[in-house]
């Protein structure tokens, strides 16, 4: 699970927040993913950003509470 930032789930358990540099590497990740789409003859894309993926944690002002530049 992926999630802009630590996210206590109990006394024993934390969700780890995402680091900056798997940050990137996703971002990278995102930009590539079209092109390879487009050469491998697809002719559509959907990019799903709700319930608790990824992107929607680091837009979502209620659940990313990240104080670096990250913060939304």
């Known amino acids: 699970?992926?999630?802009?930032n630590d996210i206590p789930l109990s006394a024993k358990y934390t969700?780890?927040?995402?680091?900056?540099?798997?940050l990137l590497d996703i971002i990278?990740?995102?930009?590539?993913?079209?092109k390879r789409s487009v050469e491998t003859g697809f002719d559509?894309?959907?990019?799903?950003?709700?319930h608790n993926y990824l992107p929607?944690?680091?837009l979502?002002?209620?659940?990313n509470?990240?104080?670096?530049?990250?913060r939304w």
Do not use: D, Y
Not at 28 to 34: M, R, T, Y
Not at 60 to 63: D, E
């Open 1 to 4: 699970m992926l999630v802009s």
């Open 15 to 22: 969700v780890q927040g995402i680091t900056f540099e798997r």
């Open 28 to 34: 990278n990740k995102f930009n590539e993913a079209p």
């Open 44 to 50: 559509c894309l959907e990019f799903h950003c709700t």
């Open 56 to 58: 929607h944690s680091m």
């Open 60 to 63: 979502s002002s209620g659940i």
């Open 65 to 70: 509470h990240r104080s670096n530049e990250w």
